[in-house]
């Protein structure tokens, strides 16, 4: 299925700084909760299935990409503001996806 120029345009994905992460043990698979630096658009929680390849302490201060115009989502005791996006690797775990270079947060993919 092809979309045209302007229902990608929908979609606001916007580069995040994470500011805090803790274990997530409520959580059906094992994930990581995440508060997150948006820039002019404020602080955003979400969770994320993280647990393969990332340290909830190793997070913190690292920039990623996540889509800012979801509704909010409850995911157990945890309401997920921002979906965070990342790629499977060869096992199917998330890998997140992220800047090359410092960047200024709230920025948006283009």
């Given at each position: 299925m092809?979309?045209?120029?302007d229902?990608?345009?929908?979609?606001?994905i916007?580069v995040?700084?994470?500011i805090?992460?803790?274990?997530?043990?409520?959580?059906?698979?094992p994930?990581?909760?995440?508060?997150?630096?948006l820039g002019?658009?404020g602080?955003?929680?979400?969770?994320?299935?993280?647990?393969?390849?990332?340290?909830?302490?190793?997070?913190a201060?690292?920039?990623?990409?996540?889509?800012a115009?979801f509704?909010p989502?409850?995911?157990?005791?945890?309401?997920s503001?921002?979906?965070?996006?990342?790629?499977?690797?060869?096992e199917?775990e998330?890998?997140?996806?992220?800047?090359?270079?410092?960047?200024?947060?709230g920025?948006r993919?283009?």
């Amino acid at each position: 299925m092809t979309i045209g120029f302007d229902d990608f345009l929908k979609v606001d994905i916007r580069v995040a700084t994470i500011i805090r992460a803790e274990p997530f043990p409520e959580a059906r698979k094992p994930a990581i909760r995440l508060w997150l630096d948006l820039g002019d658009l404020g602080e955003r929680k979400s969770s994320a299935q993280l647990t393969r390849h990332y340290r909830p302490e190793e997070l913190a201060g690292r920039q990623v990409l996540c889509v800012a115009n979801f509704p909010p989502r409850q995911i157990g005791p945890v309401m997920s503001e921002v979906l965070v996006l990342g790629v499977p690797d060869a096992e199917g775990e998330v890998v997140l996806i992220a800047p090359d270079t410092q960047v200024p947060n709230g920025g948006r993919m283009y």
